[in-house]
């Protein structure tokens, strides 16, 4: 995949988990991972691991976890006729965001792909029901 396709939201699937190895319990094994742009997902037995990958160089990433028990809901939003991506956002306890007013809510994990991606957008929607959900 190509830097153009990174940056305009396609998703890789099956990239290297090897960011978040070190974190990885004995017994934890990874379900699969995502790619969009820059940033990550790890799919795990006990988790969800969100690699954010921050500034202009990119040198200066954070790791997430966010272990299953706190994964409580899972939304899909279809491109529209403007927004040419698929949202994924995933529910999440203790990730806390702030209003515009300044109260602080539980944000969710937000996902952004391409269109054409849509198979692999449902996939995570069907891994997560299925890991984490149920």
Do not use: C
């Not at 272990?67 to 698929?86: Q, R, Y």
């Not at 999440?92 to 937000?110: C, D, K, W």
């Amino acid at each position: 995949m190509g830097f153009l396709d990174n940056l305009m939201g396609n998703a890789e699937l099956d990239t290297d988990p090897s960011m978040v190895e070190e974190f990885l319990f004995q017994d934890e094994n990874v379900i699969q991972t995502y790619k969009f742009y820059r940033d990550s997902i790890v799919l795990t037995t006990h988790g969800i691991y969100v690699i954010d990958v921050k500034g202009l160089s990119g040198k200066k990433i954070e790791i997430k976890f966010i272990p299953k028990k706190s994964i409580n809901w899972i939304s899909f939003e279809t491109a529209g006729t403007m927004d040419l991506d698929v949202d994924i956002q995933i529910g999440v306890e203790n990730n806390v965001g702030f209003t515009t007013e300044g109260m602080p809510y539980n944000a969710p994990i937000s996902i952004k792909v391409k269109a054409d991606q849509v198979n692999q957008a449902k996939d995570v929607i069907k891994l997560v029901k299925k890991y984490y959900l149920f």
